[in-house]
């Protein structure tokens, strides 16, 4: 969380002369660190649990232990909720993958639960079984947070080019376009594409159209950060 602080505030500032694109992927980087945090926390479960395996040792449970896992399940599914409503109003990767984060909290804290009714019923292996099911609901979410942010960072596609197509062919005077590339993060998006233009198109006219082009696309899309249109006349048939 304090990492989650520490890179939306290096994630808000302004473009700059070292970063024209702004500072928006310190937000990226920052979940990618979740996952590295998660990497972390799964091998340290995974090894805790298998010497609880090989050494047999049986935890001491009393009823503070389920007050206090009842009280984490309680404040975790709060936290979940609200941070999660926050994440996709304001379309924060971060938010949502810490979001991820907590609900895989959740299901620890209802394993843990189990577990330890288990333990106190007499079956002492179920604490070091349910260590080894708290770090496959930890891994599963790594992965999923892990595979958000490589996507941004590898600059994966963001939007679908026949959604984009729709938009600049609504403009009448364009006559087609092609090489339709997108790239950034859900709520910060840069586009590029070529567009066409009758051959007879003077300069004048054909920056004006781009213009049109793009304020259309920004205004069917205002996660659209910004747009680049090359303007071309139409390929030989």
Same mark, same amino acid.
């Given at each position: 969380?304090?990492?989650?602080?520490?890179?939306?505030?290096?994630?808000?500032?302004?473009?700059?002369?070292?970063?024209?694109?702004g500072h928006r992927k310190y937000e990226t980087l920052a979940a990618a660190g979740i996952f590295v945090f998660l990497l972390l926390v799964v091998m340290e479960v995974v090894r805790g649990a298998l010497g609880r395996l090989r050494t047999?040792?049986?935890?001491?449970?009393?009823a503070a232990s389920f007050v206090v896992m009842l009280v984490t399940l /309680? #404040?975790? @599914?709060?936290?979940?909720?609200y941070e999660s409503e926050?994440?996709?109003?304001?379309?924060?990767e971060l938010l949502l993958a810490d979001a991820a984060h907590t609900r895989s909290d959740v299901l620890t804290s209802c394993a843990?639960?189990?577990?330890?009714? /288990? #333990?106190? @019923?007499?079956?002492?292996?179920?604490?070091?079984?349910g260590g080894l099911v708290v770090a496959v609901f930890i891994a599963h979410t790594g992965i999923e947070i892990g595979r958000e942010a490589s996507g941004i960072l590898s600059d994966r596609v963001v939007m679908d080019e026949n959604d984009i197509r729709r938009v600049v062919m609504g403009v009448s005077e364009v006559k087609g376009c092609h090489r339709i590339r997108t790239r950034?993060?859900?709520?910060?998006?840069f586009l590029d594409l070529h567009v066409w233009f009758r051959g007879d198109t003077t300069l004048f006219e054909a920056h004006r159209l781009s213009h049109v082009v793009t304020d259309r696309l920004?205004?069917?899309?205002?996660?659209?950060?910004?747009?680049?249109?090359?303007t071309a006349p139409p390929p030989p048939d």
């Open positions: 969380n304090v990492m989650a602080i520490v890179a939306m505030r290096a994630a808000r500032k302004p473009p700059d002369d070292d970063h024209p694109y047999s040792h049986v935890p001491d449970v009393t /309680g #404040v975790n @599914l709060l936290v979940v909720r926050r994440g996709r109003a304001l379309t924060s843990v639960l189990v577990s330890l009714a /288990g #333990v106190w @019923l007499g079956y002492p292996e179920l604490d070091a079984i950034g993060s859900a709520d910060h998006t920004m205004a069917q899309y205002p996660h659209i950060a910004d747009a680049l249109i090359h």
